[in-house]
């Protein structure tokens, strides 16, 4: 796969296999329908046939319809824009979201951050690099746009901190 992506477009799809998978790895088990598109940025061929790889997010899919033919799954896909929303809920959101960090435990008591940084990339970013589950990352790339995004990182978080017994309630780090 990685070899015919980078003779070609240098575009791979990610998905992620659907609970149960194990059974039938080798096969074709089932995957959740929405993805990401990365493009190839980096690549190293390592001696044992496998490589690492550096891959640029270019955009959200669907799965569309699988097609067959190679040892590694082919589907036609479309890509999922982002939907609009409202600036002000947005802003609105990921000040909750940073609040919400900083009342984790484990949080930082401090966030420093770009105020110029555009929502999406803020989210996105945000998304990827928190310590989330497979399935909590998937649930963040099926919503629908920033705003739904937010909250339903919002969500996650406020969930974790229950977990972990502690409140859910309001209160802000310092933000810079």
């Keep these: 796969m990685i070899a015919d992506a980078l003779a070609g477009p240098r575009v791979i799809g990610m998905v992620l296999l659907r609970p149960g998978w194990e059974g039938d790895y080798e096969g074709r088990p089932p995957v959740y329908a929405h993805g990401c598109a990365g493009r190839i940025e980096q690549h190293e061929a390592l001696p044992d046939g496998r490589s690492n ?36 809920e947005i802003e609105a959101a990921r000040r909750e979201v940073m609040a919400a960090i900083g009342r984790a435990a484990d949080g930082p008591q401090v966030l420093v951050i770009k105020p110029d940084v555009p929502a999406d ?8 690099s928190l310590d989330l589950r497979a399935v909590e990352r998937q649930s963040l790339l099926e919503c629908d746009g920033v705003l739904e995004r937010y909250r339903r990182l919002l969500s996650i978080l406020d969930f974790r901190q229950l977990e972990r017994g502690g409140s859910a309630g309001p209160s802000k780090p ?3």
């Design 53 to 88: 790889i550096l891959l640029r997010g270019v955009t959200r899919f669907r799965i569309q319809e699988e097609h067959g033919g190679e040892p590694y799954r082919l589907a036609a896909v479309e890509p999922v824009a982002d939907e609009p929303g409202d600036v002000a």
């Design 121 to 128: 990339v803020f989210v996105n970013a945000l998304s990827q």
């Design 174 to 176: 310092t933000i810079h």
